[in-house]
């Protein structure tokens, strides 16, 4: 091989592993606690351990096969993310609930925030109760009823993570910078010492940027205002992520992924999100919320969902969902 093969040589395999790392960097984003989207995973042999640990399908006499039905690059789906909070002796609960539509033909993604307090019927409970509480009386299948529940919306697949795997990415990735919108003090996990959060931009760790998010009582706007730190945080990942010098962390935080998620997407659909990905990646998310009000209930603090709300909210991810989906590529 001359020496300008070498250089073409050199050069194209850069190329290709700037071009893995940003795919992979979209899988971690979604996986994470509310990006945009879960778009890709790599292929090659160094992945396929933790491609093997996430793959976890649904029950098909519940929720029937209809992810198989799905060619990603042209027909809308949904996904529901779900962020794991783990508790000593039990499933957990789930502190974060979005669900994201994707419309390929139209280019259209919406994500919906579900305030973790919503009440609403849990079947394996028998009663209602908060939404939280779902994945704790069976994991992820119970959350998906209780999702439908609220808005009828056929969910096609699911992303959990627990909040180890949120912190161990942030912190392999050397930390995100955010803008904090006011001063409020949060207790961290693991050392259980209080931490003040100033008004302006501040550098945090994967401990710090988990209080950050999770951070509601004082936040003038509740469930609501942390629906947006969640998504400030990720939106502060992808600039880290699709930074260059993040290229050697790749492994690492492939290793995390791996360790901390769960997913029912096949891998034999990846090659799939990693093509819708590059077609959309530029594409604007519409951010939704559901309109209700908080009310104490037995001495219990609830957020009672708006049924008018509830039931545009349908009509607005059904409609994406059916936008075009006769036409012909």
Not at 84 to 105: A, C, F, M
Not at 262 to 275: A, E, G, R
């Amino acid at each position: 091989m001359d020496m300008y093969s070498r250089s073409n040589y050199r050069a194209r395999k850069r190329l290709r592993k700037k071009r893995i790392f940003r795919v992979i960097l979209f899988l971690f984003l979604i996986i994470t606690i509310g990006g945009a989207t879960f778009f890709g995973i790599n292929f090659f042999t160094n992945t396929q351990s933790a491609t093997n640990k996430i793959y976890q399908e649904l029950d098909p006499d519940k929720f029937g096969e209809k992810m198989n039905d799905v060619e990603v690059t042209k027909d809308p789906f949904t996904i529901l993310m779900t962020g794991v909070e783990n508790q000593e002796g039990g499933l957990g609960r789930s502190d974060v609930l979005l669900l994201l539509t994707v419309n390929p033909k139209t280019e259209e993604i919406k994500m919906l925030s579900i305030p973790r307090d919503t009440l609403t019927y849990v079947e394996e409970a028998g009663y209602e109760t908060k939404i939280t509480h779902a994945y704790s009386y069976g994991g992820i299948e119970p959350t998906i009823e209780a999702v439908n529940e609220l808005i009828d919306v056929p969910i096609d697949y699911y992303v959990t993570t627990n909040f180890k795997g949120f912190e161990d990415i942030i912190d392999t990735l050397g930390g995100v910078t955010v803008d904090v919108p006011f001063t409020f003090k949060a207790q961290l996990t693991d050392s259980l010492r209080w931490k003040t959060y100033y008004e302006g931009k501040m550098d945090l760790n994967g401990n710090e940027a988990l209080a950050y998010v999770r951070m509601r009582k004082q936040d003038p706007r509740g469930d609501l205002g942390r629906n947006e730190r969640q998504q400030q945080v990720i939106r502060a990942i992808m600039e880290e992520g699709t930074s260059i010098s993040k290229l050697p962390k790749i492994n690492n935080v492939i290793e995390d992924v791996g360790n901390n998620v769960k997913t029912n997407i096949p891998p034999s659909k990846f090659l799939s999100f990693v093509k819708l990905y590059t077609k959309m990646k530029d594409t604007k998310i519409e951010r939704l919320s559901i309109d209700g009000v908080n009310d104490y209930i037995d001495g219990a603090s609830y957020y009672l969902a708006s049924e008018e709300s509830l039931d545009e909210l349908t009509d607005i991810l059904n409609s994406t969902l059916e936008k075009n989906t006769s036409s012909n590529e």
